[in-house]
């Protein structure tokens, strides 16, 4: 039996597992899709406090895990496929292996939202892409087209700039919506374009991506472009799904929370399921610390009882 | 005991010469999908036995072999080419299953004679 089991490997569940493992409380993380989660795809990350060179998502993310692990954490590279919340101790199961523990962290992040056109699932690694960290390199002198307008889109449009002959910013609104510090250096960056008010109706291509159908949201024209690839940043979806039933949630599957805290005693969240505001790194880790916290004042209850 | 590395500058000894279907990995460090598919292109060679040779090939390693992987028509990591004799006949893209993996390659180098 665990003290505690935390699902997910971004930030916030990273940060949980240090703080709780180096407060002696038998700790598993029971990783999910990847270390880092979100960073893990995020090719530079300029913004985490201590490092003022910046460094890579899987750089950071591989830091934030040894972290964890110098303390004892313990980690499970698997997906959580099933809970049960009823009583304690909260039972987790990961096919068929049935894991428990005493308290809980969630820190299951979100996934990619994906835009649901004509063309974008059968071109989905084929010029249609979510991570600019992965794929950035090979689109050295080609064309790529972001889809989004907040941070993570012009950011990735940045990092694709490097290497991409030109990159066109797709927004549907008509400003962006990114940072200051974001927007001022995309628009000093000769190499991207930016296509306001905007949204891409189909992704055209045989094998590849060729071209993408925009339609102007003021005028309902539409333009058919020539590009290489399609890298999606128009936000994200809960991966909260498994706790239905157990945990109260909005029809989006947004939790409802206060502050770390759920209904559930012993049930915590952290990182962006808990935070529909700020959604940084700096701010994933702080709610995974308050996470862990919480978890070992509550235990300790448990245990004068 | 995976694939080997492969250098552009092997490719024609590597790649083209054999008689034997080639799939080359291409892959590189910072890809969190390659890490992940890792344990699967280990299994990879065994499973393949003598029918085909897997060789791995680092699009990071430097510029010109990022500029290969581009001219091969790489757009994504990881993929999963397969030559006969120099040849493209197929391709996979992105985290597959063993199984998955496999029988895709199998089904492309059945054509390969």
Same mark, same amino acid.
């Given at each position: 039996m665990y003290d505690v089991i935390i699902l997910g490997a971004g930030p916030s569940g990273l940060t949980a597992a240090m703080y709780a493992a180096r407060s002696k409380l038998r700790t598993l993380v029971v990783i999910g899709p990847m270390v880092g989660g979100q960073i893990a795809l995020t !090719?530079?990350?300029? &913004? !985490?406090?201590?490092?003022? =060179?910046g460094l890579t998502g899987p750089e950071l993310s591989d830091r934030f895990k040894m972290h964890a692990e110098r303390f004892g954490a313990e980690f499970l590279d698997a997906e959580a496929t099933q809970v049960d919340f009823t009583s304690i101790p909260y039972k987790v199961w990961v096919g068929e292996k049935l894991l428990e523990a005493k308290s809980i962290i969630v820190a299951t992040g979100m996934t990619h939202r994906k835009l649901?056109?004509?063309g974008e699932d059968r071109l989905f690694g084929r010029g249609v892409f979510v991570c600019a960290t992965c794929d950035a390199v090979l689109y050295e002198d080609k064309k790529v087209v972001v889809v989004g307008g907040g941070d993570s889109a012009v950011q990735e449009a940045i990092d694709l700039a490097k290497f991409a002959s030109e990159v066109t910013l797709i927004h @549907? @609104? =008509?400003?962006? @919506? *990114?940072c200051r510090c974001l927007t001022d250096k995309a628009m000093s960056e000769p190499k991207i374009k930016f296509l306001y008010s905007t949204v891409v109706d189909e992704i055209i291509g045989e094998k590849r991506v060729q071209q993408v159908r925009l339609r102007n949201l003021k005028t309902e024209a539409t333009s058919v472009i020539d590009t290489d690839g399609v890298l999606l940043a128009i936000g994200w979806n809960p &991966?909260? *799904?498994?706790f239905k039933g157990y945990l109260d949630m909005d029809e989006s599957g947004n939790l409802e929370t206060f502050g770390v805290k759920t @209904?559930?005693?012993g049930v915590y969240v952290a990182g962006d399921l808990m935070d529909m505001d700020y959604r940084q790194v700096v701010t994933s880790c702080g709610s995974g610390c308050a996470a862990a916290l919480e978890a070992m004042h509550w235990l300790e209850t448990q245990l004068v009882r | 005991m995976s694939g080997e590395n492969l250098q552009f500058g092997d490719w024609d000894n590597r790649?083209?010469?054999?008689e034997k279907p080639v799939i080359v990995e291409f892959w590189h460090e910072s890809c969190p999908t390659c890490k992940k598919i890792e344990s699967t292109v280990q299994e990879l060679p065994q499973k393949l036995g003598d029918r085909a040779t897997l060789l791995r090939f680092n699009v990071m390693e430097s510029r010109e072999a990022r500029r290969f992987a581009i001219d091969k028509g790489v757009i994504g990591t990881p993929t999963f080419k397969v030559y006969c004799k120099g040849i493209e006949k197929g391709e996979i893209v992105g985290l597959e299953t063993i199984t998955n993996l496999l029988g895709t390659i199998e089904n492309i180098i059945k054509d390969c004679a």
């Open positions: !090719y530079q990350i300029d &913004n !985490y406090p201590g490092f003022p =060179d649901g056109i004509t @549907r @609104r =008509d400003e962006l @919506r *990114s &991966n909260t *799904s498994i @209904r559930k005693p | 790649v083209v010469k054999p």
